[in-house]
């Protein structure tokens, strides 16, 4: 997929709805080859998704190893809108708190009135934090309207051509 291909993907309005999103499963390989799935707050910058983490979080360790990461942002409305995202990451120790680990964590999740006393909290437990930088190398709407799964379309052109 050529990055034209995925800035279309991430250009057409229902992956900009799911992009302003506030939690995502970023999926990769632990350090014992075996597959993992763990939710995630994420913010979009345009041109990278950003996730923030502990320094002692597994998924550090397991991405340093091995950078190859998925991302997956869906809805639970029927029919489900989903945005598949592949890459590999940049991992960042950070001293304190990441400009994005506060922005994705706005006024939207943290009552305005409890927004100070959140932010101490967090900074008094995150001496520092692991940036996590996905920019997508290949991307996927499904929003069951103007596009299904692979499978799925496979399926639909064999009854269309009778098969």
Known sequence: M???????VLERPAARELLSGALARLAYVARDGTPRVVPIGFLW???????????????????????HAA???????????????????????????????????????????????????????YKQMVRITLVPAWAKLIDFETTLPSAVEELVRRRDAGA
């Open 71 to 125: 991302l997956t942002i869906d809805t639970s409305e029927s029919p489900p809108k989903i945005l598949l995202l592949r890459g590999t990451v940049d991992l960042e120790t950070v001293d304190g708190i990441p400009d994005e680990y506060l922005a994705m964590n706005d006024s939207s999740l943290v009552a305005p009135d409890q927004r100070a006393a959140w932010e101490a909290e967090v900074r008094s437990l």
């Open 45 to 67: 910058t345009g041109t990278a998704v950003v996730m923030c983490t502990s320094t002692n979080a597994p998924k550090v360790r397991s991405l340093a190893a091995d950078p």
């Open 2 to 8: 050529t990055p034209e291909d995925v800035a279309e």
